[in-house]
C-alpha cells in the first residue's frame, strides 16, 4: 500500500510541475486585463508623469482639466514604482489626499518600462505617493481644474 501511494504522489506532483507553466501562461493574459495594474484609459494622456531611478516623480506637479488623464511612466532603468492617492497603502497618510466625492486610487507595481494611465473626474487637489519609495519622498501632485 505504501509503495502504491508513493507512486500516486510522484505521478500527481510531475503532472502537477509539467502543467502549471501552462496554467500560468493561460492566466496571464486575463490577469493582464482584469488586474489592478490595468489603466482605466488609454487614450492620450494630457500629462506625463516619468518615475525615475533617482526615485522621484518629474515633473512633481501637473495640472489638467476635468476628464483629462494623467499618465506615470516608469523609466526602464529604474526600479519598480507604484502610485497611488488610498492612505491605506502608505506609512504616513498626510503624504495623499484626494478631493471630496473623488475615490482613491492605486496602480499596483509598475514595473521598468511599463506605465499607468488614470482619468480625473472631480476638480481638486491629488497628492499622490509611490508607497514602495514614500521614504524617499517620492510624492507628487496633481491639480485638476473645471
Not at 500500500?1 to 493561460?26: D, E, Q, Y
Not at 495594474?37 to 506625463?48: E, F, I, N, V
Not at 526602464?76 to 497603502?89: E, R
Amino acid at each position: 500500500m505504501r509503495v502504491r501511494n508513493h507512486l500516486v504522489i510522484s505521478v500527481v506532483n510531475s503532472l502537477l510541475w509539467r502543467g502549471l507553466p501552462l496554467l500560468l501562461l493561460l492566466a496571464l493574459p486575463a490577469a493582464s486585463v482584469m488586474g489592478k495594474h490595468k489603466a482605466d484609459d488609454q487614450g492620450a494622456p494630457a500629462a506625463t508623469v516619468h518615475m525615475t531611478a533617482a526615485n522621484k516623480f518629474d515633473p512633481e506637479k501637473v495640472t489638467i482639466k476635468a476628464g483629462e488623464a494623467v499618465r506615470w511612466v516608469n523609466e526602464n532603468a529604474g526600479p519598480s514604482h507604484a502610485v497611488t492617492t488610498d492612505s491605506s497603502m502608505v506609512q504616513n497618510e498626510d503624504d495623499v489626499q484626494i478631493p471630496d466625492g473623488a475615490k482613491p486610487f492605486s496602480s499596483g507595481v509598475i514595473k521598468p518600462g511599463k506605465f499607468y494611465q488614470h482619468t480625473f473626474q472631480v476638480p481638486g487637489t491629488y497628492r499622490y505617493a509611490c508607497a514602495p519609495h514614500e521614504g524617499s519622498k517620492m510624492l507628487g501632485v496633481v491639480v485638476v481644474t473645471r
